[in-house]
């Protein structure tokens, strides 16, 4: 990796942010405790195989809430020579990714920073879409993902589907437990009801006995339909190219888990 690429392009990148970051993220991401055991829990994800050749066939990629920064981080490792850049406003994922000095680390989200067509591809991975709840939230981060696009870039990310009510496993059953070292940790979920309008919110609890007491964290995801969903990226100038219902490029149908989108900046091909 020519060391060119490495930390003085971060500072370049830093030096673009315009406006102050303040999101305030969930306790999940926030907090390094949690932060660390991120990835274990992630283990055997299907959607990397599906991003990963996306990535390495573009030359310039921005992650946008890239969390620890796993997906870069394997298109590094896989030859990735061009520019890789990973934006999140938790601090505690980012020291998770900044492990890795030949990726660009950007603390902050898309109505933080502005990038002018420097991007061929944009992706948002793990649902990170759905935490853009707020309608001017949402139609702002659009606007900078297509003001950050190239000519012909594409914006690639996946929403859960509402249709497929996905949450209702969120119950303290399905918990799921790693190791780490000597420990056991668990992750459970529990809705809130009543559920309001396209948000769910629920708390995620991680218990050990290496803790005191449980970290309990709070998160609201918005589901939005596939109408919605088409509108509001219209109204940013990003027009679908394709869509799936899952990591297996099926196609997308009322009972599929996913909404996976490829949309382009400009006119489709
Ligand atoms: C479920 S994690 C996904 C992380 C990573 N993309 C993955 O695939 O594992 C969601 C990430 O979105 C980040 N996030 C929260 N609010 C955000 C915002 N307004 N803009 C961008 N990212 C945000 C969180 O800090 C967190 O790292």
Redesign the pocket.
Known sequence: MPSSMRLCETRLTVSKVSKSSS?V??RL??EPALAEL?DAF?IG?R?FDFYLPLVMSANRVL??????G??LRLAREAGHTGRLCG????EA?LEQARKREDVEWVLG???SVYWDEEFDLVV?????FQ??IEDS?LRE?LSAIQSALTDRGCFVFETRNPLAKGWEAWVPENATTIKDGESTVKMSHQVESPITGDTVSFTTTFSSTRWDRPFISRSTLRFLDNDSLSKFLSDAGLVIEEQFGDWDYKPLTNVSPEIITMARRGLSC
């Open positions: 999101t993220v969930d991401f926030a991120y992630c994800r959607d992650d946008v809430g890239c969390g620890t796993e997906l934006l999140d406003p938790a994922m989200n898309l109505t948002m991975t793990g649902h990170a935490v853009l939230v981060s």
